[in-house]
């Protein structure tokens, strides 16, 4: 983009305000990229974050929640009950390996508005939780992944029973292939749901719900008849005809990686494994990853979806941790140092400091002009897990599958 540029993008952007223009001047000059530091500062960052993010919700009917982000469009953004339940496992694991025992209140407060959201048919509402919002496959996973967190570091059985009748709510929805045709992003099937099918079978698992880990296994097997010879996924973009996004082809990834070692399916974790492989062999040696991808790997845009790359980094390590295999541990390295670069401590602003964007540059396709809190969860528990070689979240003590 041209500084001349700037006059063209939509009105809604604001770009003529002067914290917007900065970040777009930013990064036309190159002066975007931040320099390298220990992982912990950089975890610090991100989780300060996420706390302002979760404070700016304090005094508002969705108290306890963790606004979905910051964009030049809104400002910040209400709760968002989908990432707030997946970020409630990532203060509880920072909480620990940062020794700042304050965060476990601030994911109780999570739960806690996570559970005034949920309907008496075990379903979650979609989106921001606003009125007429209907449920969404993907979302309602997202939230039991809090709850399973919440039952299993926190001890709290309403958390448990709360996922059961989520979990009981997705099997109902489940068409007889595995596959999930209703209560879906844009009304479309989608393979990323295997991050969200992960938590139904960690559900199964601590609840000991076979039809839980049955249904999971539906799901999986129809996902890997979507799996192109090279390993792409298709049927993985949030619109038909498209193609998917980093973003959502780590979704993917994560969620076979995960499945295969709850439940010891060893062609889940070949799917994940041939993915992972796949993107590694276009990952630049910068730990750049391109912000879409066709099948075959071949790169169709030219920006950084850079949650994408944080979430990478997480497939990478845990293959690493399951596998040994260092070659996923350099690309994992590789791909958080891309993230530091991105990722700006020493700006006074508190909006941005120790945010991640959505793209890199900014105004890339993924979460445009925005700093979403789900980059920021990604990032630092990819931190997490390369400092303490932990996984985040945990796998449940009663799984019984693969080397964890």
């Given at each position: 983009?041209?500084?001349?540029s700037?006059?063209?993008?939509?009105?809604?952007?604001?770009?003529?305000?002067?914290?917007?223009?900065?970040?777009?001047?930013?990064?036309?000059?190159?002066?975007?990229?931040?320099?390298?530091?220990?992982?912990?500062?950089?975890?610090?960052?991100?989780?300060d974050?996420?706390?302002r993010?979760?404070?700016?919700?304090k005094?508002?009917?969705?108290?306890?929640?963790?606004?979905?982000?910051?964009?030049?469009?809104?400002?910040?953004?209400?709760?968002y009950?989908?990432?707030?339940?997946?970020?409630?496992?990532?203060?509880?694991?920072?909480?620990e390996?940062?020794?700042?025992?304050?965060?476990?209140?601030?994911?109780?407060?999570?739960?806690?508005?996570?559970?005034?959201?949920?309907?008496?048919?075990?379903?979650?509402?979609?989106?921001?939780?606003?009125?007429?919002?209907?449920?969404v496959?993907f979302?309602?996973?997202?939230?039991?992944?809090?709850?399973?967190?919440?039952?299993?570091s926190?001890?709290?059985q309403?958390?448990?029973?709360?996922?059961?009748?989520?979990?009981?709510?997705?099997?109902?929805?489940?068409?007889?292939?595995?596959?999930?045709?209703?209560?879906?992003?844009?009304?479309?099937?989608?393979?990323?749901?295997?991050?969200?099918?992960?938590?139904?079978?960690?559900?199964?698992?601590?609840?000991?719900?076979p039809?839980?880990?049955?249904a999971?296994?539906?799901?999986l097997?129809?996902?890997?008849?979507?799996?192109?010879?090279?390993?792409?996924?298709?049927?993985?973009?949030?619109?038909?005809?498209?193609?998917?996004?980093?973003?959502?082809?780590?979704?993917?990834?994560?969620g076979f990686?995960?499945?295969a070692?709850?439940?010891?399916?060893?062609?889940?974790?070949?799917?994940?494994?041939?993915?992972?492989?796949?993107?590694?062999?276009?990952?630049?040696?910068?730990?750049?990853?391109?912000?879409?991808?066709?099948?075959?790997?071949?790169?169709?845009?030219?920006?950084?979806?850079?949650?994408?790359?944080?979430?990478?980094?997480?497939?990478?390590?845990?293959?690493?941790?399951?596998?040994?295999?260092?070659?996923y541990?350099?690309?994992?390295?590789?791909?958080?140092?891309?993230?530091?670069?991105?990722?700006?401590?020493?700006?006074?602003?508190?909006?941005?400091?120790?945010?991640?964007?959505?793209?890199?540059?900014?105004?890339g396709?993924?979460?445009?002009?925005?700093?979403?809190?789900?980059a920021?969860?990604?990032?630092?528990?990819?931190?997490?897990?390369?400092?303490?070689?932990?996984?985040?979240?945990?796998t449940?003590?009663?799984?019984?599958?693969?080397?964890?």
């Amino acid at each position: 983009m041209k500084p001349s540029s700037l006059i063209q993008l939509p009105l809604r952007y604001k770009p003529w305000q002067g914290r917007h223009l900065r970040l777009v001047m930013q990064d036309i000059a190159g002066t975007a990229r931040q320099p390298e530091q220990d992982n912990r500062t950089h975890l610090r960052g991100a989780i300060d974050w996420l706390c302002r993010a979760q404070d700016e919700r304090k005094h508002k009917p969705d108290a306890g929640g963790v606004a979905a982000g910051w964009s030049f469009e809104d400002g910040w953004l209400p709760g968002y009950p989908e990432t707030t339940g997946y970020i409630i496992e990532t203060f509880i694991a920072a909480a620990e390996y940062l020794d700042r025992p304050e965060l476990i209140e601030r994911a109780r407060k999570m739960i806690d508005w996570e559970l005034s959201l949920q309907t008496d048919d075990g379903a979650f509402p979609g989106h921001f939780g606003e009125t007429g919002s209907h449920p969404v496959i993907f979302n309602q996973g997202q939230i039991m992944h809090g709850l399973v967190a919440g039952y299993t570091s926190l001890n709290r059985q309403d958390c448990l029973d709360a996922g059961v009748r989520a979990g009981r709510w997705l099997v109902a929805q489940q068409d007889e292939d595995g596959c999930y045709r209703k209560f879906e992003h844009n009304g479309v099937p989608h393979v990323y749901n295997t991050r969200a099918i992960w938590a139904l079978a960690a559900t199964g698992v601590v609840a000991n719900e076979p039809e839980f880990i049955a249904a999971a296994r539906r799901n999986l097997d129809w996902a890997l008849t979507q799996q192109t010879p090279s390993g792409w996924f298709a049927t993985n973009a949030f619109v038909p005809g498209r193609h998917p996004f980093t973003h959502t082809i780590a979704y993917a990834i994560r969620g076979f990686i995960e499945v295969a070692v709850l439940l010891g399916e060893e062609r889940y974790l070949r799917a994940a494994e041939i993915a992972a492989r796949g993107l590694m062999e276009k990952q630049r040696s910068d730990g750049w990853l391109a912000g879409t991808y066709d099948d075959g790997w071949t790169p169709t845009a030219s920006y950084a979806c850079v949650t994408g790359v944080a979430q990478m980094a997480l497939c990478w390590l845990r293959l690493a941790q399951i596998s040994g295999d260092k070659s996923y541990r350099d690309a994992a390295w590789r791909a958080i140092a891309y993230v530091k670069r991105t990722q700006q401590l020493e700006e006074n602003d508190p909006v941005v400091r120790g945010a991640i964007p959505g793209s890199a540059p900014i105004w890339g396709a993924y979460s445009r002009f925005e700093f979403p809190n789900w980059a920021a969860k990604f990032f630092a528990d990819a931190l997490i897990m390369d400092m303490a070689n932990v996984a985040v979240p945990p796998t449940p003590a009663a799984a019984k599958g693969l080397p964890r």
